[in-house]
Every structure is written in C-alpha cells, then in structure tokens.
C-alpha cells in the first residue's frame, strides 16, 4: 500500500501559505499540547522579532534539530551566553573584513566559470553544486583570516552531510531516539567535525590573535572553551554556506528566465567594468545586480521560515499567544502575500530600484530585530561579486522546465538545476 505524503512534509512552505490563506496572516491554531501561531503579519513579524524579541526563545524544533549539528552556537542559543558571543565575534564581520570576501568571491566565482569551461560543449553545469562549491571556499576562509591547513573543507563536507542525516531524521516516523543506520551515520559525522573542530582550536591556541578578522582567534581571546568556538564554527558552516548557495542558485534560475533582465544585468557590467574583472570597488557600481538579488531572495529566501517559542503570554497583532506557543514566522508567504507586493510571484527586481524599501516587517530574509543575521553584509557583498564575476563574461540559459521547490534546511531546486553557462558574444 502506498501511504500519501502529508502535505506538511512533501510541500510544507506551500503548506504554511495555504494556513495563512484560509485563516489570515495571524493564524493561531491551539494544538492540544503546543499552540502554534503561523505568522505572516508585518506588524506581527516586528513584534515577535523586533519590539518582543526578549519575549521569545528559540528551543523550537527548528533550532533543537541544527543542534544536534551545531551544538548551542549563535544561531541555536540564547541568553546571556548569546549574547557575549555575539559581541565577541561582532568584529570579524564588520567593515574591514568584507574586502577580504569580496576577494574570496571573486576567486570562488573564477572557479565556478572554470568548472562550466571544463564541460563539454552542449552539456549544462549543474549549478547547485557549483554554488556550494564557491561557498564553500568563502565560509571557508572567513572562518579564519588565515589558512586553516586544508581543514576547513573537512569540516564544511562533514557538516554538509551531517545535516542532510538532520533533514532526513525530522522527516522520519521513526521515534527520535531509534538508533537507525541514518542516526548512526549523524554521530560519525558529528565525530568527524568535533575532530577536525578540535585540531582548528589547538592549532589556534598556540598563536597570539593577529588578526581582529580571526574569528577563531577572537573567540580564544575572550576566553571561550574549545567546545563553545567549536560549536561556533560550525555555526558559521551551517549559518552561512548552504544559505548562499541556495540564493545564488535559484538568482542565475531567475536570470536565465528572464532574458530582458539579464540584457540589462550584462549592460549594467559592462558599463561598470568595461571588461575587467569586478572588485570590492565596483560593490557601488552595480544597483541592479544588487536589487537582483534582493528580488531573489524575496522569492526565494533560503530561511524560509524562523521560529521562536514564547517564552511568556502576549498579544500579536491583537492575537493571544499563551506562554510555550511555537511560533512560526512564514517568510515564504509574507514575501508572496499580493496584499504587500505587486505581482508577488513575478521576478522585478525593479521593485527595489530606485524604490522605497519595503514596509518594515515586509521583508525579513535574514530575520530582524537583535537576532537579525550576523553574515547578511558578507553574503551580500559574496553574492554580488559571485555573480558579476561569473556574469561580466558569461551568460546563463535554462537547460529544462523551472524546478520544484525543495523547504529544506533550505530552498532547495528539486533534483538541481542544470543551467547551460556558455561566452557571452561580442557587443
Ligand atoms: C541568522 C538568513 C548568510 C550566519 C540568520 C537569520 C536568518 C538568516 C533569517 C535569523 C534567524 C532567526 O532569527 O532565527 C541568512 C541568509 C543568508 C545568510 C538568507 C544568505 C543569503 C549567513 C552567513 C553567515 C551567517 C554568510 C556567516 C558566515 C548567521 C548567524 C546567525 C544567522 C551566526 C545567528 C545570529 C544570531 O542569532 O545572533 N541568518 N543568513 N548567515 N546567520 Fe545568516
């Protein structure tokens, strides 16, 4: 007998959009033993991030299920412990840092376009692989201003399998503390990065901090123990490598079914750069690219849901939220909700030219409030020059129909995304 797939877990952002629908933006529904609230509500979005966030935690399935990978790192912890670790590795993000990104990307994009040169003619380049490549190697050298001696791709490979085993656990019926073959194969990778975490720490430790762009360094000189820089490196991998990966990905999808756009994306390039390679100067030179991807990460936004448990009674929106409610925050459908967007399902990114900016609470792709996303300027500034790096000299078009959306840790093309990547013609 074939058993159906509960629409929660084959399509669940689909699922959530379609609670929103029939039961509005502020939909709470009182489960027997944990009352959920599915928010995708500006106003509620901002009290539950922003004016409340001290009100809401994050033990939530969510969070509890990167854990098991991350440990109680910056993304999955809170309180006090948070909130000194925020302010200890703050500085490795500012300013400073990102120009050695905007290097990094380029460098990372170099190889993106070697690896489509290297491939037959006629045969497209599976771009999702690709993109996590070239994220790869960012996170990869942000995590420590220097070299990490050939660990940091052991750590991020290990970290990328342990949290497919995550992914597929939270879909499993299988009781949570089975010892399935898949669980078994999640405590070797954890083995394997607590490993690889323990030779990045020792090593640091025997050198003074340099570097106020040495995450590592940073964090041994505020006195964390090896467990907690452990759990934030690996924080950094799960926060900030698939993210971008994902929102590259479906960007060069949107690009290469939009024709007219990506007209426009490759004269925008050639005017900026009249054919050299673009840099951490160009950042400014480049609006439309920049309002590319903000358009893409409002259809696509890799977080495509954050959740918090109230920690407290409050009212949301007008809407009662008993103390331990799960509270949901539906990016996917707060991007595409046609009451807050013109044509929400269309690709424009002109919506964010020359444009106000969204309502605050409208658009959240990397959250709000004191959790907003440490890495939103990097991945910013790593997705930009990816682009107009991989862009400036190739173009993008579509080798099969538009895919499916996977919600994963995620959005995730189902299946990949082959895209032919072949010369752009002489103008
Ligand atoms: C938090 C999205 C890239 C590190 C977050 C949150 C979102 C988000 C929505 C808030 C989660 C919440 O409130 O519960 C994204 C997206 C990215 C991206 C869409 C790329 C397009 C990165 C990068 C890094 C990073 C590149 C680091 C290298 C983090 C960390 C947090 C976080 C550490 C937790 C911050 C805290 O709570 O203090 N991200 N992120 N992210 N992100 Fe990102």
Request: hydrophobic share 45%; charged share 20%; proline share 9%.
């Amino acid at each position: 007998m074939v058993r159906a797939v509960p629409a929660i877990v084959r399509a669940p952002h689909l699922f959530l959009a379609e609670v929103t629908r029939r039961h509005g933006p502020v939909a709470a529904i009182p489960l027997p033993r944990t009352p959920v609230l599915v928010l995708a509500d500006p106003d509620g979005v901002r009290r539950v991030l922003v004016e409340n966030a001290r009100g809401y935690g994050k033990a939530t399935i969510q969070y509890s299920a990167l854990a098991t990978v991350t440990g109680p790192g910056l993304l999955a912890g809170d309180g006090e412990v948070w909130k000194q670790h925020r302010r200890t590795v703050q500085p490795a993000f500012h300013h400073g840092s990102l120009e050695d990104v905007a290097a990094h990307a380029v460098h990372a994009a170099r190889g993106l376009v070697a690896e489509a040169d290297a491939l037959p003619p006629g045969t497209p380049l599976e771009v999702l692989g690709a993109t996590s490549r070239a994220g790869l190697e960012v996170v990869g050298h942000t995590l420590a201003a220097a070299d990490l001696s050939g660990d940091a791709p052991l750590l991020v490979e290990a970290v990328g399998r342990a949290l497919e085993l995550v992914v597929r656990r939270a879909a499993s019926p299988v009781p949570a503390a089975w010892p399935t073959p898949a669980r078994r194969r999640l405590a070797r990778e954890v083995a394997v990065i607590d490993e690889v975490c323990a030779r990045i720490v020792a090593t640091r430790r025997a050198r003074p901090l340099e570097d106020p762009r040495d995450v590592v360094g940073l964090m041994l000189a505020a006195g964390m123990d090896d467990r907690q820089v452990r759990d934030e490196l690996v924080t950094f991998v799960v926060a900030g490598h698939e993210t971008v990966a994902s929102s590259l990905t479906w960007t060069l999808d949107l690009l290469a079914r939009a024709p007219s756009v990506l007209a426009r994306v490759h004269a925008e390039l050639a005017g900026a750069l009249g054919g050299r390679e673009p840099g951490w100067d160009d950042l400014g030179k480049l609006p439309l690219l920049r309002a590319v991807v903000d358009e893409s990460l409002r259809l696509y936004p890799p977080a495509w849901v954050v959740t918090r448990q109230a920690l407290a009674d409050d009212v949301v929106a007008g809407v009662a939220v008993p103390a331990g409610t799960l509270v949901i925050v539906c990016t996917w459908g707060l991007h595409r909700d046609p009451a807050l967007w013109e044509a929400p399902e269309e690709f424009r990114p002109d919506r964010f030219l020359d444009a106000p900016r969204p309502a605050a609470g409208s658009y959240v792709p990397f959250g709000a409030g004191p959790r907003l996303c440490i890495g939103r300027d990097l991945a910013l500034v790593e997705e930009v020059l990816v682009l107009a790096t991989l862009l400036c000299e190739r173009t993008v078009r579509p080798a099969g129909p538009a895919p499916r959306v996977d919600a994963l840790v995620t959005l995730r093309p189902r299946g990949g995304l082959p895209l032919h990547v072949e010369r752009l013609a002489p103008s």
